[in-house]
């Protein structure tokens, strides 16, 4: 069984560009969470998307948007790219109703942008 | 807002040795608790967790307690191998959405030693 796959693993883009990330969740889940780690600190939640609809959005900018396919996967873009967007991204799934609060979710192995 | 407090590492211990890492909280109401674990080079694990005062999550021999009165929710081990070495994060899912937010601690290093 397929866990949660992120691609690309790394990236390297320029200061201003645009970029899109993928998710494809664990088999059967239908809920898709991104959470942006930036270096040795936690996750921040971005946002997260159910039944393809942004469910509750993190502190974050409009810069940063998503979208999820009726196969349950799932893109993170980030517009206008700063320096400090530099991070390790994190897509998480989980099973049901736009994931329950003590649901446990699954996290891909990370996609790690860094901007220059 | 909600927020998780761990101590900070690295946490150096000797292979078999005691562990303990801290964790506190601030919520409204009562949260679910968890520690995720992150090995070099992959994404977080579930370790354990805890959905209500009192309760005890447990795995791979680590423990933790979720103590309402302290708002705490500390990660113990009693005896520690070398490949325990990783980067231990507590989090929170608040109870003022109807849906699952992670709020992460900023993280804690432990490094084994045989």
């Known amino acids: 069984d397929a866990g949660v796959t992120q691609s690309p693993t790394h990236l390297i883009k320029t200061r201003g560009q645009q970029v899109t990330l993928r998710c494809s969740p664990k088999?059967?889940?239908?809920?898709v969470s991104w959470y942006q780690q930036a270096l040795g600190q936690g996750p921040q939640f971005i946002f997260q998307?159910?039944?393809?609809?942004?469910?509750q959005r993190g502190n974050f900018p409009d810069r940063f948007s998503g979208h999820q396919f009726p196969n349950y996967s799932s893109e993170l873009n980030v517009n206008a790219l700063l320096l400090g967007d530099s991070a390790l991204y994190l897509c998480?799934?989980?099973?049901?109703?736009?994931?329950?609060?003590?649901?446990?979710?699954?996290f891909g192995q990370g996609t790690r942008l860094t901007v220059v | 807002g909600d927020s998780v407090t761990q101590m900070e590492g690295p946490v150096t211990l000797s292979e078999e040795a005691f562990l303990t890492i801290n964790c506190t909280y601030t919520?409204?109401?009562?949260?679910?608790l968890f520690w995720y674990v992150q090995y070099p080079g992959e994404g977080l694990q579930l370790l354990l967790k805890?959905?209500?005062?009192?309760d005890k999550g447990s795995n791979k021999g680590f423990e933790a307690t979720y103590r309402k009165e302290t708002t705490s929710f500390h990660l113990e081990k009693g005896s520690v191998q070398v490949s325990d070495s990783a980067v231990y994060f507590c989090?929170?899912?608040?109870?003022?959405?109807?849906?699952?937010?992670?709020?992460f601690g900023t993280g804690t290093r432990l490094l084994v030693s045989p």
């Open positions: 919520a409204t109401g009562y949260p679910s």
């Open positions: 088999s059967g889940h239908d809920t």
């Open positions: 805890a959905t209500k005062a009192d």
């Open positions: 998307y159910y039944e393809e609809e942004e469910r």
């Open positions: 989090a929170l899912s608040g109870m003022n959405t109807g849906f699952q937010k992670l709020v």
């Open positions: 998480a799934s989980s099973l049901g109703a736009g994931g329950l609060r003590d649901t446990e979710a699954f």
